[in-house]
C-alpha cells in the first residue's frame, strides 16, 4: 500500500497567513523617521529660529506694521475666496452628482484642472488677461481699476488655485447619497431651496467643513500663483507667505522665521481641526473619499 502524494499546491495561491518577521517594526520605523527629517525637523528649525532672540524680538516682528499688513491681507484674501469657493464647490457637485448633461466630463475636467497646473501659471493666467498689456489692461486702466497689483488679483489667483478643494470632497459623497431624498421632498412640495436647506446640506455639513478647511489652509498658505500677480508691495500686496521671503531675502531671520512660524500655526490648527472632524465622523468623510 502507497501512501499518497500531497496535493500540489496552484502557483498562484499564496498562504493568507503568511507573516514576516521584524517587517511591521521596520515600517513604523522607517515611518517615523521620514517624518521626523521631512516635518518635524523643518517644523522645529522654524520655531527655534523664530524663537532664537527671546520671546521680545519675536513678538515685536509681528508687531511690525508691514507684518500686520500682511496678516489682514492674507485673511482678507482667504475670507473672500474659500465662500467663494464652498459656494461654487457646493453648485459644482451638485450638479454633477444630482443631473446628467452634456459637458459633464468637461464640468469635471475644469474642477481638477488646478491641481495638474502650476501655481506660477495660475498667476500668470491673471496677468495675461488684466495686465497693463493684457487682454483687458487697457479697458481697465481707462476706467481707473485696479486687478493686478492688488487685492481682486490676489482674490482671484487663490480662488483659481484652491477650486478643487471643496468640489472634490463633495461630489463622491453626494454621488453615493444619491437623489432619492430630494425626490421625495420635491414631490411633497418642497421648493428647490427648502429641499436644499433641509435635506442636502445636512447630509454633506461634515465633509463640507473639511473640504473648507483643507481650501482655507491653502487660501492662507499660497505662494506661487499670488507672487506673480502681487508685484510684492510691502504693506499692500504681500501676503504673508511673500512676508517671509521679503524679510528672508532682506537677511531679517527672526522676522521670516517668526511669520513662518504663524504660518506653521495655522497650519496645525488646520491638521488638529481636521482629525478631530476625520475621528467624529469618520464614515462619512471616507465614503467622500472613495473616487
Sequence with gaps: MTAEAPAARPSNVRPSNVRLPGLAPLLVLAS?????????LPLYTVFHDALSKGIGPYLAALKEPDARAAIRLTLAVAAISVPLNAVFGVAAAWAVAKFEFRGKS?????????????PVVSGLVWVLLFGAQGLFGEWL???DVKIIFALPGLVL??????LPFVARELI???QEQGSDEEAAALTLGAGPLVTFWHITLPNIRWALL????????RAMGEFGAVSVVSGHIRGQTTTLPLHVEVLYNDYDFVGAFAAASLLASLGLVTLVLKTA?????????????KH
Design 277 to 289: 472632524l476625520e475621528w467624529r465622523h469618520a464614515g462619512e468623510l471616507s465614503a467622500s473619499r
Design 172 to 174: 463622491p459623497l453626494m
Design 106 to 118: 468637461m464640468l469635471l475636467t475644469v474642477i481638477d484642472l488646478p491641481f495638474s497646473m502650476s
Design 210 to 217: 473639511y473640504g473648507v478647511l483643507l481650501c482655507n489652509a
Design 157 to 162: 489667483a487663490t480662488i483659481l488655485v484652491t
Design 32 to 40: 517615523a523617521t521620514a517624518m521626523g527629517v521631512l516635518v518635524l
Design 141 to 143: 486702466a481707462d476706467h
